[in-house]
């Protein structure tokens, strides 16, 4: 039953010319049926990017296939897209593949999703789930996941372990309460720990499973439009050092995200904003039609409309896919995602964890690396005009706080993960609005030029 | 030079039936010169065992190859291997690979090889090491370390840390202190770790280098018998938790082991008595004719011949390395490489860690877990005898010490990783000599009496 009802749910999106593999898919893929997943092996759709499969085995849906393009640039219709996005009341879930092989994962996203426990259970590895949450997000859905893991006798049993909310316990001791927690609980090899939560859950959580034994399953369950659009996607996972920012950890993938939009209802405006300087990211370095689509949408954004947040976690989550697909362990194109994160490390790292939210943080260090890139002579200037009207737009902060110094940034930025023999690599923006490069060749004077401009002393 | 310096020490062992791709090397292969290497791109061999081919390209040497067979017994003949193991004075180096696809690595086995500052060299990435050492250790090998990575102006800059040296400092607090000096000594993606030590710095430093940046390079350097045959093979890196051993840690392969079989001269007999419980273990699972030599030849062992101890070791590895090749997360097989081990582990945990050393508390639980077999009907009762026999002859425990409770042995056994979904599976041994299980299908009733049999409450 489990399989017929998740079966259901996968209505193609009216946005993608879908078309099946086999006729009998071809004829009756529109239809919401349960009976549509009857017969066919694989139904494919082809957007403007990458030709997606879906495979079933025996009328259960097994996984999804994207057939990787080239790295490039997505550049479809977007504003088309989301006017699009949710044609009828059968829409209910949007599913994005990350494409790693045999470490391939689905992102769900939808409304509701907390209350679908096929989705969840499907995901499970053995019998044993640990939950790790925190003292905010614990008490809105802990009960609701609980209740979705052990819906139908489903013979799973769940444990959890409520830590502290904020950026500054993503650090050693309190993961160690997670393994204490899994320890004494008596969690085995075939356990699953779930992630609910924002980034900093997301983030231990995952390295608590990269660790614990060795490695356990995970399932990610962010809770915040950061993680969403950001950190569950793609198995970065890791904590602090009070040295710096997720200098311990480990590339670790996930069973599965699940994406419940509801979520969003309880999350802080400023937390929100967070998330969308991530949003504005992706726009940036690789997707001129969804910056484009930002700067029409940014209000509907801001004031929650379910359509807009739909579409901007969807579209997020597609380009973040499509480069962790090709670069996994960050040998390079990776890197790009983190444009303004160097800068952005060393405001959080030099006002300490906590004072600012990543995406705050992150915002100030775009309009930096911006002005970087245009002193250089790499973009011309109206981009880092666009680029601040937009955040100013969505109330993120447009340059660091006061006590960053020029000497604070340097000497945190040195120990900068993309510091390669000595030498810091940047994201810079370079040519039209959607290209970047990630580089170490850059005028040194320019990056003392643009942290003078930004900084009192 | 160096790589031409490298290659004249790859002497053919003249137990193997070489042979070579090309009539260049088949017609050259036997004379110890250094043009041996000039032309053949690739060199292979045959024992009764896998086929092994040395790859070259431009007379550098770039890996060896080994064509895994299905899971089954080695059963070369060991005492004649052991008697042809030093044919000549130019047999200064045996290489074992670990075949790992593009995570395949080389064992490095002979005497003086801390002299060779190609060795260490070639699988140095990036310009900046840290190495990680103890107390005992770096008094007496970390200069000559520092000497091989600096020779010749190689242009690597390499920083230490000394940590205190046992087992009970395998912990947290430790490993953060590798973390604290390769942030403070600014070591970035391209750095590598070299582990210099026992099994505790190789588990160690091996976790560190897999979690600082999400991974870095490293390599080991065992300097006990313990880590010579076992533990610095194979990748399983991690720390210990108050609840259990190995607790916490990671699958991550090393760029290639240095085992200099000089340093056991610094050993102290206990600490070698403690590796052969190791070397033991691979005869009883899966190399009869091993354990046949060993028992022929365990004098020499404690006596510390050369020719001796580097064929054990180079045997262990070669077992290890095959068991790693075919299952290197332990889905199974790999697991049949810890007989003995719960049964040791929960000695280690029960009277604190460094009350026993890892070998002794190995040996004590071997003895259990023939027992157990013997008990269920699955050996004949002369193998115990031999078991008890070879581990006394070892200097050995062939049994727990008193402090060891029934009780104490369950309650942590139960926190065991081979436990799952609540089900403690063990390695037995089953049928002749050379062949073990790893099953949770036994009668519990066996392991009490087993239990019982060994505590004194």
């Not at 879908?18 to 239809?31: L, R």
């Not at 290209?435 to 003078?452: A, M, P």
Request: aromatic share 6%; with cysteine; charged share 25%.
């Amino acid at each position: 039953m489990a399989a017929a009802t998740f079966s259901a749910t996968l209505v193609a999106p009216s946005i993608l010319n879908s078309h099946s593999e086999t006729n009998t898919a071809s004829s009756s893929f529109h239809k919401p049926k349960i009976s549509v997943f009857a017969k066919p092996k694989s139904i494919c759709f082809r957007s403007s990017g990458p030709r997606i499969c879906r495979v079933f085995n025996a009328n259960k849906f097994v996984r999804t296939e994207v057939n990787s393009r080239a790295a490039g640039v997505i550049r479809a219709n977007a504003a088309q897209v989301a006017e699009e996005a949710r044609p009828s009341a059968q829409k209910e879930m949007e599913v994005v593949d990350v494409d790693l092989g045999d470490r391939s994962y689905p992102i769900y996203i939808g409304s509701s999703l907390l209350d679908r426990p096929d989705l969840l259970q499907s995901h499970v590895k053995g019998r044993r789930v640990l939950v790790v949450t925190n003292t905010t997000v614990g008490p809105l859905y802990l009960d609701r996941v609980v209740a979705a893991l052990t819906h139908g006798g489903s013979n799973i049993s769940v444990e959890s372990v409520i830590l502290p909310d904020g950026e500054k316990y993503k650090e050693m001791g309190t993961l160690m309460k997670v393994f204490d927690k899994a320890i004494e609980t008596r969690m085995d090899r075939r356990c699953t720990f779930i992630a609910l939560g924002g980034g900093v859950i997301g983030d231990m959580c995952g390295f608590a499973a990269a660790s614990f034994l060795r490695g356990v399953n995970f399932i990610q369950i962010p809770t915040t439009l950061m993680s969403q659009v950001d950190s569950s996607v793609g198995g970065k996972t890791g904590i602090n050092h009070p040295l710096g920012k997720n200098l311990i950890g480990a590339f670790f993938q996930p069973q599965c995200v699940l994406v419940d939009t509801d979520t969003l209802s309880t999350l802080p405006d400023r937390e929100l904003a967070s998330g969308i300087a991530e949003v504005i990211k992706y726009g940036l370095i690789r997707d001129a039609a969804f910056f484009e689509w930002q700067e029409k949408n940014m209000q509907a954004l801001l004031t929650r409309d379910p359509s807009a947040l739909a579409y901007a976690i969807k579209r997020s989550c597609e380009n973040k896919a499509e480069v962790v697909s090709l670069d996994e362990k960050e040998s390079g194109l990776r890197a790009t995602l983190n444009l303004g994160h160097t800068f952005g490390h060393a405001i959080e790292n030099g006002i300490g964890y906590g004072g600012w939210l990543h995406g705050e943080a992150v915002a100030a260090g775009t309009v930096m690396a911006a002005d970087m890139s245009y002193r250089l002579g790499w973009i011309d200037d109206t981009l880092p005009k666009r680029i601040v009207k937009l955040l100013k737009q969505a109330k993120l902060p447009i340059a660091p706080p006061e006590e960053m110094t020029v000497d604070k940034f340097k000497s945190i930025m040195a120990v900068d993960k993309k510091v390669a023999d000595g030498l810091l690599r940047l994201i810079l923006l370079k040519g039209p609005l959607g290209n970047c490069v990630f580089t170490g060749d850059y005028d040194r004077k320019t990056l003392d030029d643009t942290l003078r401009a930004f900084c009192h002393s």
